[in-house]
């Protein structure tokens, strides 16, 4: 059955991919954001090459510097580009004022900023760990601009 204003909502927020959140108890988000903020893998590789996750734009220059030694390994580049845009999303949410963490119908988790535009940091964040574009940076610097 082709229901119209179903498949709009599909084109529009799909699948979750890579990340689902449901929160039913935590109307602040603060629980959610501090889950989204750990980025566990991520950590451990950046600290392994020296860069400290401190939740600051040098922090996402640091990070796009560093030598791509995941992409030989799919499993572990899908897990970082998770982890990637989560955390550039946590930044945006700390850095930029008015962003804020915005959970799609599907679970998916986007980032919100005033001007009511939604980044899709985890999509992002698995393009910049397969390929290394766009940079984590550049997408905080043009949210900041927004």
């Given at each position: ?104 119908p599907n679970g998916h ?38």
């Open positions: 059955m082709d229901i119209p204003l179903f498949g709009m909502w599909r084109k529009r927020h799909g699948t979750a991919r890579g990340v689902a959140v449901f929160s039913g108890g935590d109307p602040e988000g603060t629980a959610v954001a501090e889950l989204l903020g750990e980025c566990e893998l991520l950590r451990v590789r950046a600290s392994h090459s020296g860069v400290e996750l401190d939740g600051s734009e040098e922090s996402l220059t640091a990070l796009d510097q560093i030598v791509p030694s995941w992409r030989d390994d799919p499993d572990v580049m899908s897990w970082l580009g998770n982890d990637a845009g989560l955390y550039l999303g946590t930044v945006i949410v700390e850095t930029v004022p008015g962003a804020d963490w915005q959970v799609w988790p986007v980032v919100r900023l005033v001007s009511g535009r939604e980044i899709d940091t985890v999509e992002l964040g698995h393009a910049w760990a397969e390929s290394g574009s766009p940079e984590l940076s550049q997408v905080l610097a043009e949210a900041s601009e927004d």
